[in-house]
């Protein structure tokens, strides 16, 4: 049991927190000074998609007026370079590839953090908070891969993992099914229409986007990735759907449904402490932005996207203000991988990208062991306890747990998020330090000790053909020297083999059982 002192206590001095059991929710009052806590994970965007990140092809002024009341961190890293891993990690504090079942889940995937896993949502229940997941999930639901019901209760889901609320997607917009699930049944959904889902064979009937192309009236698949399948509203997807009609997302509602109801959330909770989580679908493929964003980017509809979750953002900090809690929000938000031009779609992305770096300076993308693979944004804004600024931290996404954690006064539950350490002095600004090293995978495993970078020898392909990006995948050990060579592009393995017996050592000790 972790018994620290809960910060909080220390830094507002005010409000008396008492311990309380999962069970038991707080009375909550008006004058309750504990602040409410926003993490928003943006999907696929990439360390320079964001106007403070400073490409100046990009223009996101909602996120930028977050940056400016808020930390800028620039050495921030998410667990992997996906999806799944990179959001099972961050909810629970425990390092994704310690599992062998955490990768790109399906949309009938089971429920990847088991019910019995303390998440950061469960720390915050236990102090009472409400607690919501809005957006996007892809961390599977029910106890096992196909079998969800999805004509009833889907269960076991958010709620039993610490979620009061949620209004989530299943998985992503590109894997059926495309259905809202709001606290574990479809929304909308006429019962004498009931869905079913499979990843194994297409139902008969139905068209498929290889079969159907004619049907595919909002976007095409891109050669080979696989995006070919169930067409639901114009768009193709991976796996197959049937029925649900009333019940099928419209692409270019998405963004709206998913800020909806995070302000609603935020709105019924205005005045008592809530934790949201917001994983947005921007800017995830397929990228079909409401016609309000479509073609006003310049750079086509991955750009259109990018103005679209600035949208959202704008909306929550408009929401926070006009609630007046504003200042005691403290928002977090960040992105669970880098960044991917074309993931599966012929949305002209490719095409009008410009000259546009969606990973900056970083060599590499999403699905890469190199920096752009899991170096994204993270900006901290809590007014009047964070000061505006940045921070060249080394700080990583796995350590929010014990951090979040701290801050609440939580007790982490024995064998809780065993790789998370609190890291709430470099969150807040206090420390410009951060970790000593952190580690990140792909398809390698790296470790990093703020300077050197070590990437462990994989078979793995070097290079992906289809979306056009180097995956750091190299058959001898890789070492980088970040602090001069950032982009990664000249292997000193050979000329330091000191260090990389270091970072090895290292490596080897985490990897233990944990
Ligand atoms: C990949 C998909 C890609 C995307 C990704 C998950 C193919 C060829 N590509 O497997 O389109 O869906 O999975 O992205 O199938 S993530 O950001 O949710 O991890
Ligand atoms: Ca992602």
């Known amino acids: 049991m972790n018994t620290s002192t809960p910060l909080l206590l220390a830094s507002l001095g005010t409000t008396v927190l008492t311990g309380c059991s999962a069970s038991k929710q707080h009375a909550v009052t008006n004058d309750d000074q504990r602040p409410n806590v926003i993490l928003l994970v943006a999907d696929d965007i990439g360390y320079g998609d964001l106007s403070p990140y400073g490409e100046p092809t990009v223009r996101t002024p909602q996120v930028q007026r977050l940056a400016d009341r808020g930390l800028r961190f620039t050495n921030a890293h998410a667990v992997a370079s996906t999806?799944?891993?990179?959001?099972?990690?961050?909810?629970?504090?425990?390092?994704?590839?310690?599992?062998?079942?955490?990768?790109?889940?399906?949309?009938?995937?089971?429920?990847?953090?088991?019910?019995?896993?303390?998440?950061?949502?469960?720390?915050?229940?236990?102090?009472?908070?409400?607690?919501?997941?809005?957006?996007?999930?892809?961390?599977?639901?029910?106890?096992?891969?196909?079998?969800?019901?999805?004509?009833g209760h889907i269960t076991p889901g958010p709620s039993d993992i610490g979620f009061d609320y949620s209004y989530i997607?299943?998985?992503?917009?590109?894997?059926?099914?495309?259905?809202?699930?709001?606290?574990?049944h479809v929304v909308d959904l006429d019962p004498s229409d009931p869905i079913a889902v499979s990843y194994r064979a297409p139902f008969e009937g139905e068209p498929l986007g290889k079969t159907h192309p004619e049907l595919l009236t909002k976007l095409r698949p891109s050669p080979n990735h696989g995006h070919d399948q169930a067409i639901v509203n114009g768009i193709s997807r991976i796996g197959y759907m049937r029925g649900g009609r009333s019940a099928l997302w419209h692409d270019e509602n998405i963004a709206d449904s998913i800020t909806t109801k995070a302000v609603q959330f935020v709105e019924r909770h205005a005045h008592e402490p809530f934790f949201?989580?917001?994983?947005?679908?921007?800017?995830?493929?397929?990228?079909?932005?409401?016609?309000r964003f479509r073609g006003k980017s310049g750079m086509g509809l991955r750009g259109d996207a990018i103005l679209q979750f600035d949208w959202t953002v704008g909306n929550l900090l408009d929401a926070l203000d006009r609630l007046g809690i504003a200042d005691n929000t403290i928002i977090i938000l960040t992105s669970d991988n880098g960044p991917v031009v074309d993931d599966g779609y012929a949305d002209l992305s490719v095409e009008q990208l410009g000259d546009h770096r969606p990973w900056g300076d970083l060599r590499g993308g999403k699905y890469s062991n190199f920096e752009a693979g899991t170096r994204i944004p993270l900006i901290i804004s809590w007014p009047h306890h964070v000061k505006p600024g940045n921070s060249k931290a080394l700080v990583s996404q796995i350590d929010l747990f014990a951090s979040l954690a701290t801050l609440l006064g939580?007790?982490?539950?024995?064998?809780?998020?065993?790789?998370?350490?609190?890291?709430?002095?470099?969150?807040?600004g206090k420390d410009r330090h951060g970790r000593d090293y952190i580690i990140e995978k792909a398809g390698s495993i790296s470790i990093c000790d703020g300077r050197w970078k070590y990437i462990a020898p994989s078979k793995g392909l070097a290079y992906n053909k289809l979306t056009d990006i180097e995956l750091g995948n190299a058959p001898e050990p890789q070492l980088y020297d970040l602090k001069h060579d950032l982009g990664e592009q000249h292997n000193v393995a050979a000329q330091h083999p000191e260090i990389v017996a270091r970072l090895q050592e290292m490596l080897q000790e985490e990897m233990g059982d944990r």
């Open 83 to 151: 999806s799944t891993p990179s959001r099972y990690s961050l909810l629970t504090g425990h390092y994704s590839w310690r599992r062998p079942d955490t990768g790109v889940a399906a949309g009938n995937a089971g429920m990847i953090i088991r019910p019995e896993q303390q998440t950061v949502a469960d720390l915050f229940k236990q102090r009472g908070y409400a607690t919501g997941a809005v957006g996007k999930w892809h961390l599977g639901l029910a106890d096992k891969t196909g079998t969800q019901d999805w004509n």
């Open 410 to 428: 939580a007790d982490i539950a024995e064998g809780a998020a065993p790789d998370s350490r609190n890291a709430l002095p470099s969150l807040l």
């Open 276 to 291: 949201l989580y917001l994983g947005t679908n921007d800017i995830h493929v397929p990228r079909y932005p409401h016609e």
């Open 169 to 184: 997607m299943a998985a992503t917009g590109d894997r059926v099914p495309c259905v809202w699930v709001e606290n574990e």
